[in-house]
Structures are given as C-alpha cells and as structure tokens.
C-alpha cells in the first residue's frame, strides 16, 4: 500500500501562481512514476504532470509552459509548481502513483481556484 497525503493549493488571482506538495509513504520502492491529474466540475479528469523514477517529465498541453513538476532525492514526493494560473487552471488537483507499473494509488485531492 501507498499513502498519499497532498498540501498546498488554494485561491489565486489569474496569473499568479500556486504549488502543490505530495508525500507519498508505506510501500514506496518500486513506485514507476508520480505525478498529477485534475477535475473540473462537469469535465473529465486529465493529466497535469508526471515524474517517473527515471526522471523523464510529461506534461498536459494546457499546462506545458507554465507548470513545473520535480521530485525528492528519494523520490518519494512530488512538488508542482503552479505559474500563469489561468481560471481554466480551477479544479481539484489529484496526486497519484504508480506502484510496480500496474497499481495506481491517489492522493484525496487539493482545490485549486483561480480567479479574480
């Protein structure tokens, strides 16, 4: 098992910025890659960022230029790094893991609002 406990998050005006923390704990060897998905109300949930072991970042369009996502040392937490928030950018913000490439674990999830 993998627990995920997030912080951070919040209200912030357009164009200001925001970071979100994700520790992870328990069975954390074998995790492939971390990362985060959000939820707006009425829309699906899609991919923010991703990290994997390896150190290769993925990023969703709608955030590429304006999101940063980095790991520990001990690559047991995550930390996104929020610039340019857009309203679009307003929605709960999941931490997730991926554990021996077939398990998935999430975090409780963090609301981000941006507006004005």
């Known amino acids: 098992q993998v627990q995920l406990v997030e912080s951070g998050g919040g209200l912030a005006q357009p164009g200001g910025s925001l970071r979100l923390f994700c520790a992870a704990s328990?069975?954390?060897?074998?995790?492939?890659?971390m990362g985060w998905y959000r939820q707006a109300p009425g829309k699906e949930r899609e991919l923010v960022a991703r990290?994997?072991?390896?150190?290769?970042?993925n990023y969703g369009d709608s955030v590429k230029g304006r999101f940063a996502i980095s790991t520990n040392g001990a690559k047991n937490a995550v930390t996104l790094q929020m610039n340019n928030l857009e309203p679009e950018d307003t929605a709960v913000y999941y931490c997730?893991?991926?554990?021996?490439?077939?398990?998935?674990?999430w975090g409780q999830g963090t609301q981000v609002t941006v507006s004005s």
């Open positions: 990290i994997t072991s390896g150190g290769i970042e």
């Open positions: 997730y893991a991926v554990r021996k490439g077939t398990t998935t674990y």
């Open positions: 328990g069975s954390i060897f074998d995790i492939n890659h």
